[in-house]
Every structure is written in C-alpha cells, then in structure tokens.
C-alpha cells in the first residue's frame, strides 16, 4: 500500500517537472526567437536574407552587415555615439535629481507625502505618447528642439518617476540610526546624505541609473518626433528611418546594426541584475 | 560634563500623548538608568534629550540653558544605539573618526585620540576592519569608542546590550561603567532589563505609559516602591500581591483574607488609619517569606495559607509560586525544603517587610 503510494507521488511529481520544463522552454522560446532570428539574419547575405521562404540559419555565413556598418554612407558610428551620450546623461541627470527627491519621500515627514509619491507613479504609468505634445511645445518654446540636449529632456522626464520610485526603496533600507549616528556627530543632512547615505546605496544608484539608461536607448518615438536632422540621431530612430526604404528594405544590415544596438543593454542588464531585482523587491517581505 | 533638566516635557504624536508632565534633574557625571516595559517612553524620553526628537511641551535644560532648539549635533553628546548604528561603508578607524572631522581636528590629533581610546576598549587590531566582519561584542565596543571618542558632556545609551548573549551582556555592563568612571560625563541609559538598571545605575527612573513613575537610587526603588508598579516591576521574581480586607477594631487594624491573616505594624497602622478604604493590597517579596508549620504560623505578623502551582528549581536555591484565594506569592526557599506542586503550604513573615498598596491608586501606603 505504501509502496503504491510513494510510487503514485513519485509520477505526480515527475509530471509536474515535465509541466515546469516545457513552461519553461515555451517561454524561453518566446523570448529568444525573435533574438535569434536578429543575431541570423544579421550573418545572412542580403539576397537570403530577402527569400520569401526564409532559411532558419545562414547558408553562406557573411560578416559583410557589419562591416557595412562602419565603412558605408551611413553614419553608424555617429548614431551609435548620439545614443551613448545621451543615454548616459539622462542617467546621471536622473539619478542626480532623483536622490534628494527619493530621499525627501524616504525620510522627511510633510502633508501629502504619500499623495506626491503616489502621483509620481501614476505618472510614470501613462504612456509615452501623452507627454509627446507637451513636451514637444516646451522644447519648441525652450529652443531645445532637434538637439541631444532636449532629448535629455524628454527621457529625463519619463524616467525620474521610476527613479524616485527605485531610489525611495534603496533608502528605506538603510537604517534610520546610521543617519542618526551621524546627526549626532554634528553632520547635517545635506553633509549626512553625500557621506553616508549615497556611499550606503551606491548598487542602488547604478541599479537605478542603468535602468533609465536602457529605457532611454530603448526610446523611438521620442527621438523620432523631437531630432530632425539625421547625423543627430540615435540608434532605434535611425534603424527605421535608414534601413527600411520605399522599395527595399536591407534587412541583413538592420538586423546587425539592432544586435549591436542591442548588446550594450544586455550587457548593462546582466551587469546589475541582481541588484535590480532587489531594488525592485525591497521592503516586499519582513526583514528585506 | 552636564547637567541635565527636564520640566514638564511631553510628547505628542499624531495627537497620542507618548510621554506627560516628564519631570527629572540629571546630576553632572550621574549614571542615570531609564527603565520600563515596551512603550513606556523611555527611550523617547532619551532621544529627546539627545534632540533627536522635539518636545510638545516643557523644557530641556543642559547646565541651566534651554537646549531645546539647538540641533542635536551642536548638544555635545554622543549616543550609542541599539543596533550600534555603525557607518558600514566605513573602516573601525573611520567610524570612530567620522565625528571628529566634523568638528575639523588636526588629523594628528584625530589619530592619537583613536588609537587611545581603541586601546582602552582593546579594539586597536580591529581598526582596519568593516563593521560587517566584527561579532556583536566587537560592533558593540566599537559604537561605544565611537561615542568615547569625542569626549562628550552628555553620553546616551539606548539598550545598548539588548542584542548581546547574556554572557557578553554581563561583561559589557562592567566595561560601560569603566567607561563612564574613566571619561566623567554624565551618561543616560535606556534598558527594558531591570537587572541591569539595578546594577548599573546610580539613580533609575522607572517608567510607565509615557510617565515617570519613580526616580530613586537602586535600594530606594527596591526597599520603598511609590506604587504597584514599581513595585512589581523592581526585582526578580517579581513581589507578589495578595488583596485583604481591612478590619478596624477601634485602634487596633488587621488585614485578612479567607488564607490570610496580617498584623499591621506601626507605620502601616498610621496608614491604613489614614484613609476609609475596606480594602488594601498587600505585597511581599519572595526573600521575605518562609515556609512555616501550622503551629510557627500561628504566632507570626503575617501568615499565608496557599497552594503550591509551581517550583522553579535555580540550583541553589528555588522559589516556589503559590496560588491564594486572593492573589499569587512566590517564596524563594532552600533546595533542602522538600516542596511538590499541588501541595499545601503556610508562608510566614515579618510584618515591616510588607508593603502596602491603595487598591484603587496602587499608591504605596506608608
């Protein structure tokens, strides 16, 4: 009888594996295909990788996307610089006004604390588009159009809300008496955050930062709408706006300028993962 | 060195009234405890006096001056706390240094007072090290150099031991009052932990509900309890409380239950004479009580008849919880006295190691 039933959990349990694993493998599949179907093509040449019925690996194995990159018309490189430099100052743009805001909703006590916060993320869930208009008329009056300094502007704008919202989390766990020990030791509070409290959430900072770094390189509609002149562009904007024509679209090429424009994020990503998801967990169970 | 006044102090928070009518005078190089169950607002009550927390009402004096508006760091105190509240970013060296820099120090100076007081507290080969690779004892040590360091008026402690074993904790409270006799400053401790407010401090304030209910030397609060609470709360195992009804027969006062009966002394008979209660509690601590015959019991003050519903065995000695038809009391008895649960025993005493207690106010009757 027992052997009957440690036999029937047994199976159970096998059953249940095999359910994790396929999930599992579907997921995977979801997600990587479209990654590998980028990084395939980008090695195709520029004839298989038109064919009507494509071929699920490259059959004459080619280098030639990439190279075209960097020794065409197109300013590749430019582009690629565009998006680095901006992406990075709205990094630390954000990170820098998001510290004192984060830690004014950690730490001080006013009315409507709670309501600012909570209005920070209900802004941060519109969509892209709405702040579009707006922001196109503030930069249009600010003469800041069709210039990487408006399009800080713009990626600045979306991303603070979850920058607060991230850096707020960091801060609450450092604990209050650290702060205190060092009011007590006759530091005020600006002196108290720069020396003891941002060295304490420095992964939270470089957490912070490179997320908004991978949303502002991830942005399209934004460069697409406020930069018009092209040597201007960044990566996403001018993969649609090169490689895809009235009549021909290179897709070999834009498949290589997407893995290159995709591998800085998955470097970034994979570099602070793990305080990432900290960061977005803390204070999620007792003691975290 | 400072001493340190408060009149009238109050604290409010979203309205609740955490601490009332707070009056204490803190003597220049005293060793202040501040003790109380959870809640009690002791260690409000001491963050106040650090500024870490602003009064609702009354005042806090350093040597006289009205501090309550100076910022915590310009009220020369130092403060250790319960978590240690060490920078963990920072070197044993640093942590200790931190405070001294602040006040813009030659770091030649900074450096001699560190390794001077690292010394003292024998923590100079942990200078170097993060708090994270130091055990409890040694964070401990270390927040209290980082305290020591600054050579401050007022030194503050917030259950300072309370994550320690208890081991540790009893080696600590020496080195603390080392500390306290080798730097002169007047210090305030903060302990839920009775035993330790008993042999640490040279005057405890026992408190209760946001008040202060007693503020007297260790034997003060031990031999002459204002109330019931302090009563109970001071020693280990607590006084144990027996509810009696008084009998006035012209000038002769006697106290009884169904189990009970107690002759009143002379100081008690003033008392009791005093007021028009039918009722009073009275309280015995275990040390004062024996174990009697029928026959011992019969010419004593004070004679308990109860049964026995527990027997805490301590090696030496053992106390014994006895249950009575109108309260419990615990006798501390040798081990060579025989006792079993369920038994029935008499306890005997001496009737000036009464305490007596309005029922209603719980006020000591003296």
Aim: proline fraction near 4%; charge should be positive.
């Amino acid at each position: 009888m027992a052997t009957a039933v440690s036999r029937h959990v047994a199976s159970a349990r096998r059953a249940s594996r095999v359910v994790q694993i396929v999930a599992i493998g579907l997921a995977l599949f979801w997600s990587l295909a479209p990654l590998y179907w980028m990084l395939a093509t980008s090695f195709k040449t520029e004839l298989e990788a038109a064919r009507l019925a494509p071929t699920p690996w490259p059959h004459a194995f080619t280098s030639e996307n990439y190279r075209g990159l960097f020794t065409g018309e197109l300013p590749f490189l430019a582009f690629f610089l565009n998006t680095l430099i901006t992406c990075l100052a709205t990094a630390i743009v954000a990170v820098i006004i998001a510290t004192p805001a984060a830690y004014a909703l950690s730490r001080a006590r006013f009315r409507l604390r709670g309501t600012i916060a909570y209005a920070m993320l209900v802004f941060r869930m519109l969509p892209l588009v709405v702040l579009l208009a707006p922001l196109y008329l503030l930069l249009l009056h600010a003469k800041l159009l069709d210039t990487h300094t408006g399009l800080v502007v713009g990626f600045v704008t979306f991303g603070l809300p979850f920058a607060v919202w991230m850096l707020k989390s960091f801060i609450d766990a450092v604990p209050i008496e650290i702060e205190e020990a060092a009011r007590v030791d006759g530091y005020t509070r600006y002196q108290i955050v720069r020396k003891v409290v941002v060295p304490l959430i420095l992964p939270g900072l470089l957490t912070t930062a490179t997320f908004v770094f991978m949303e502002a390189w991830n942005n399209l509609i934004y460069p697409l709408t406020f930069v018009t002149t092209l040597d201007k562009q960044t990566l996403p904007a001018a993969l649609v706006l090169t490689f895809t024509g009235q009549f021909k679209t290179d897709w070999g090429g834009m498949m290589a300028a997407a893995t290159l424009t995709t591998l800085p994020l998955m470097i970034a990503f994979f570099a602070v993962q793990r305080s990432m998801v900290r960061g977005l967990t803390s204070g999620a169970v007792a003691g975290a | 060195m400072a001493k340190i006044s408060l009149r009238g102090v109050e604290k409010r928070y979203d309205g609740a009234l955490v601490l009332r009518d707070c009056n204490l005078e803190i003597a220049d190089r005293e060793f202040m405890v501040l003790v109380g169950p959870s809640g009690s607002g002791k260690t409000t009550l001491l963050r106040i006096i650090a500024g870490l927390e602003h009064v609702s009402a009354g005042d806090v004096l350093f040597d006289g001056a009205r501090v309550n508006d100076v910022d915590v760091g310009d009220r020369d105190i130092a403060m250790v706390f319960q978590n240690y509240g060490l920078y963990p970013h920072m070197s044993v060296y640093d942590n200790m240094a931190f405070g001294l820099r602040r006040r813009k120090l030659a770091p030649s100076d900074i450096d001699a007072r560190v390794r001077r007081t690292a010394r003292m507290l024998d923590i100079e080969p942990l200078l170097g090290r993060r708090p994270r690779q130091l055990s409890g004892g040694q964070r401990q040590r270390v927040a209290l150099g980082r305290a020591i360091v600054r050579d401050p008026a007022v030194f503050l402690l917030d259950e300072p031991l309370s994550n320690l074993d208890a081991h540790l904790r009893v080696q600590m409270r020496a080195e603390i009052l080392k500390v306290h006799r080798a730097v002169t400053a007047t210090a305030v401790y903060v302990t839920h932990d009775q035993v330790e407010a008993l042999t640490m401090g040279d005057r405890i304030v026992v408190m209760n509900h946001g008040r202060i209910h007693q503020v007297g030397t260790p034997g003060e609060l031990y031999d002459a309890p204002v109330d019931r609470f302090v009563a109970s709360f001071i020693g280990t195992p607590q006084m144990g409380f027996v509810d009696c009804r008084i009998e006035r027969d012209g000038e002769r006062i006697a106290l009884a239950t169904q189990a009970a009966r107690i002759v009143a002394s002379d100081t008690h008979r003033h008392a009791l004479a005093a007021i028009d209660a039918t009722g009073v509690t009275v309280g015995i601590r275990p040390e004062c009580v024996t174990l009697a015959s029928e026959n011992e019991a019969r010419d004593a003050d004070v004679a308990v008849r109860g049964t026995v519903q527990a027997v805490e065995m301590l090696g030496a000695e053992q106390y014994v919880h006895v249950a009575t038809d109108a309260g419990a009391l615990t006798a501390r008895v040798p081990r060579s006295r025989s006792v079993k649960v369920d038994e029935a025993v008499t306890f005997v005493a001496s009737a000036r190691d009464v305490h007596l207690f309005d029922r209603e106010t719980g006020r000591a009757l003296r």
